[in-house]
Nanobody, 126 residues
Framework: QLRLVESGGGLVQPGGSLTLSCTASGGTLDGHAIGWFRQAPGNEREGVACIASVRGGKMYANSVKDRFTISRDGARNTVYLQMSSLKPEDTAVYYC???????????????????WGQGTQVTVSS
């Protein structure tokens, strides 16, 4: 059973940067599309970014485009979310999720994903 663990969250000032990690155990992330999602209190969960298993195709939510970068390291069985120019509205619990896929495209729709981590809190505040 693939198990995902997020790390790297914390408190950061507006305009700052953080890098989140999603590390898998119990299996390989090869052959999986990986998505990052977030949920703020009182809000529905929203897709942030995803990376496909083939050719590393990526997709970003408009709200994070040009500020966030998703990448994967097969050797470390880890997917990263580099976040820069952070805003208070980026405050949320961030989750990574995986779905088996052999495609070069991915979607940031949570219903597509079956394996979820427990989340890591990101707080952007001065």
């Amino acid at each position: 059973q693939l198990r995902l663990v997020e790390s790297g969250g914390g408190l950061v000032q507006p305009g700052g940067s953080l890098t989140l990690s999603c590390t898998a155990s119990g299996g390989t992330l090869d052959g999986h599309a990986i998505g990052w999602f977030r949920q703020a209190p009182g809000n529905e969960r929203e897709g942030v970014a995803c990376i496909a298993s083939v050719r590393g195709g990526k997709m970003y939510a408009n709200s994070v485009k040009d500020r966030f970068t998703i990448s994967r390291d097969g050797a470390r069985n880890t997917v990263y979310l580099q976040m820069s120019s952070l805003k208070p509205e980026d405050t949320a619990v961030y989750y990574c999720a995986a779905v088996q896929s052999r495609q070069s495209m991915c979607a940031i729709m949570d219903l597509h994903y079956g394996n979820w981590g427990q989340g890591t809190q990101v707080t952007v505040s001065s």
